[in-house]
């Protein structure tokens, strides 16, 4: 979805082509706020033509622009979710221990950060930026 999203938003002309979320990850915590967690579910809404709109976010990175639907994380946040990856044996739970494991190691990053009305640099443990109440 994320490439889905970027594509349109980056390409010249303007198409905007509604589209549809399976459900294929362990969190789906984008589909809970739709409250389709199920690819029956989402059939269904298909079927019955439901479309929703939904709000993007713009970010801009070493000067590549991205686009976003639910979650962007960055520094601890982002670690532990690569850490977690290797821990899929552990189920739904991996993601906690992850999120512990990298807190006890309390590495800082450094970040400068603007948006339309300020600045900060600093270091930071984590930084997150969601458009989802499940998270």
């Not at 709109?53 to 690569?82: C, P, Q, Y």
């Not at 899929?88 to 494991?101: E, H, K, N, S």
């Not at 600045?119 to 458009?131: G, I, P, R």
């Amino acid at each position: 979805m994320h490439e889905l999203v970027n594509g349109m938003m980056n390409h010249t002309l303007e198409i905007r082509v509604p589209q549809a979320l399976l459900p294929g990850g362990t969190g789906n915590s984008f589909l809970h706020d739709l409250d389709c967690c199920t690819t029956e579910a989402v059939l269904n809404r298909l079927i019955d033509d439901e479309i929703r709109s939904i709000d993007l976010f713009e970010i801009t990175v070493e000067g590549k622009k991205r686009h976003g639907f639910n979650i962007i994380a960055w520094g601890m946040a982002s670690s532990a979710n690569v850490l977690a990856k290797s821990l899929r044996m552990l189920g739904r739970r991996r993601y906690d221990i992850a999120t512990v494991f990298k807190l006890i190691r309390n590495r800082k990053y450094n970040a400068a950060m603007e948006w339309d009305d300020g600045n900060l640099e600093d270091n930071f443990t984590f930084a997150a930026l969601c458009n989802t109440i499940h998270t």
